[in-house]
Nanobody
Framework: VQLQASGGGLVQAGGSLRLSCAASGRTFSRYIMGWFRQAPGKEREFVAAVSRRDGSTYYGNSVKGRFTISRDNAKNTVYLQMNSLKPEDTAVYYC?????????????????WGQGTLVTVSS
């Protein structure tokens, strides 16, 4: 599956952005979809994931209550709604796909990655 992330940009602290990740192929609904981010000089960090079966969602501690992940299987797209953005949310955001249950926050479990979209939050 090929992934194309979009929606990044520059936003002031407290603002919102919505990222999208469009997937190719007809098997999108079989994949667990996740978002990760990587800031300069830091390791890749788990942001959120959504299961393929019941739509259960999972979040990293730093974004709980502010970010919402969702998926539209009819459109082969996963979204990340980001509210109450903080300067520390500045990073390149990547969408990813994998098929193994139970490894939502483990970036090594993901088989397919998008190219990343830059989010910059100014103070």
């Amino acid at each position: 599956v090929q992934l194309q992330a979009s929606g990044g940009g520059l936003v002031q602290a407290g603002g919102s952005l919505r990222l999208s990740c469009a997937a190719s192929g007809r098997t999108f609904s079989r994949y667990i979809m996740g978002w990760f981010r990587q800031a300069p000089g830091k390791e890749r960090e788990f942001v959120a994931a959504v299961s393929r079966r019941d739509g259960s969602t999972y979040y990293g501690n730093s974004v709980k209550g502010r970010f919402t992940i969702s998926r539209d299987n009819a459109k082969n797209t996963v979204y990340l709604q980001m509210n109450s953005l903080k300067p520390e949310d500045t990073a390149v955001y990547y969408c990813a796909a994998e098929r193994r249950e139970g490894y939502y926050s483990d970036y090594a479990a993901y088989d397919y990655w998008g190219q990343g979209t830059l989010v910059t939050v100014s103070s």
